[in-house]
């Protein structure tokens, strides 16, 4: 039977042409769908289908999706690191050009003068009027990137060729971040000292519970008064009513954003995008094959690779019936569903088993088939979450 795949965006061609249309149905409506794709659609628990086992987002952000939800339904969420970081990259660059030069002002100012039809005069007007829109220039200003992950550890890079000095600050940093980072860039102990020391500050960490309002009046006031803050990482990463207050005291010169609100909308020191950190081509096919690739795997044989709840899982699955397993991660519970086994004869082949905080998951193969009846009682264990047969396991079992 195909699996029904539920997108709730638009997906990129590309990405759904990696799941055959002989083993998938893919439509933006489905009752009882097998898995979602989606990219920024504000996604609610009861929204997800009983008949659901995973969610892709094709994107990097998952604060849209009821993560914690999803776990304690044994559901794995998936997004695409690193897929969509050059086309941010590109576009920090944009919103720094356009904080430092009179680019904005500049064109909306040519355009005013479509009554002027005299080539001449045009220019004379231009020529006398350009130093109104004065900027300067990137070269030796110091940027303070705030996370340092697939899109901070780009954007760093960048501003290092553009002749800039580059400190960055991530608390979190993992191994493979910290490898990928650049010698050149200089680390700050303290947000408040990178945010005192630079010309120009970007942010690139997630919306957590410990992110949300982090750029709020205080780091604001320690600001360079000609420095600007831009922000394509989430809104709720900075407090809008303190960055207001911070601009309208002088406190830094820019506030360059991709996520307008109400009360931002017309001022002159605020330049606004409409979420288009992602919208390229380039950075849509590539999270929808890479989100498309890492379903098809988790559907077909249960492996887990990028997933923000679930751990990273794989087990090359050759032939027979393979078992996966959600549970809770407590003590004896993968003894329970071997002891089953065991009690029935049944021969385990393979079997890998990790957790990640209170999720636990387990690939195993087996030697023949399993009745409905050992089935129903690997489910009705306590703590076990959900039980999916993949695979050859040659008997007419509900999944
Ligand atoms: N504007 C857009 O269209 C767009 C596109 C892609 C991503 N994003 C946003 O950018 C975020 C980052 O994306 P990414 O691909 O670089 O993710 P990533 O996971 O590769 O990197 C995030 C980094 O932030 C760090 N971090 C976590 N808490 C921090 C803190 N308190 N202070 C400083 N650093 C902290 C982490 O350690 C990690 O290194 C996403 O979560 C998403 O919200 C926006
Ligand atoms: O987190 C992300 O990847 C970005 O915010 C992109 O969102 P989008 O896929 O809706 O453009």
Redesign the pocket.
């Known amino acids: 039977m195909a699996s029904k795949i539920l997108t709730l ?1 638009q997906i990129s061609v590309k990405g759904l042409d990696r799941l055959p249309r002989e083993t998938y149905e893919i439509a933006s409506e489905f009752g009882t769908p097998d898995a979602i794709m989606l ?2 659609h504000k996604l609610k628990n009861e929204e997800i289908a009983d008949s659901v086992i995973a969610i892709a ?5 998952t604060n849209n999706i009821p993560v914690a939800d999803c776990t304690a339904r044994g559901i794995p969420v998936f ?1 695409t690191p690193g897929a ?1 970081a050059n086309a941010v990259k590109e576009l920090v660059a944009v919103g720094m050009l356009l904080g430092s030069r009179g680019v904005i002002e500049g064109i909306d100012y040519v355009h005013t003068l479509g009554d002027v039809t005299d080539e001449a005069e045009l220019n004379k007007t231009l020529e006398a009027q350009k130093k109104q829109f004065k900027g300067s220039e990137l070269v030796g200003k110091t940027l303070g990137v705030v996370g340092l992950g697939a899109i901070g550890s780009m954007v760093a890079e960048m501003a290092l060729t553009l002749g800039m000095e580059v400190i960055g600050y991530d608390p979190a940093l993992s191994v493979e971040a910290a490898w990928r980072l650049s010698s050149r860039v200089r680390k700050a102990d303290a947000l408040a000292s990178l945010f005192a020391r630079s010309d120009y500050i970007t942010l690139h960490l997630p919306v957590l519970e410990s992110t949300r309002g982090l750029v709020n009046a205080e780091l604001l006031a320690a600001m360079k008064p000609d420095a600007c803050v831009l922000n394509f990482a ?1 809104q709720q990463i900075v407090d809008d009513e303190a960055m207001i207050a911070a601009l309208d005291a002088g406190q830094l010169r820019k506030y360059i954003t991709d996520f307008p609100a109400p009360a931002l909308i017309g001022r002159k020191d605020v330049i606004l995008m409409p ?5 390229t081509d380039e950075a ?1 096919e590539n ?1 929808a094959v890479m989100a498309a690739d890492q379903l098809r795997d988790f559907i077909e044989n249960g492996n887990i690779k990028n997933s923000v709840n679930f751990p990273t899982l794989q087990l090359e699955h050759v032939t027979g019936c393979r078992l996966a397993i959600a549970n809770e991660n407590v003590p004896k519970i993968l003894g329970s569903v071997l002891a089953i086994l065991a009690d029935r004869d049944i021969n385990v082949i393979d079997m890998l088993n990790k957790s990640r905080d209170e999720i636990a998951y387990n690939l195993i193969d087996i030697e023949g088939t399993l009745s409905d009846e050992v089935l129903q009682e690997m489910r009705a264990l306590e703590g076990v979450i959900n039980v999916r047969l993949i695979g050859d396991c040659a008997c007419d079992l509900p999944s």
């Not at 987002?57 to 952000?61: D, F, K, L, T």
């Open positions: 965006n990219r920024s987002r094709a994107g990097a952000g997004n969509n989430r979420h288009i950190g992602a919208s849509e999270c």
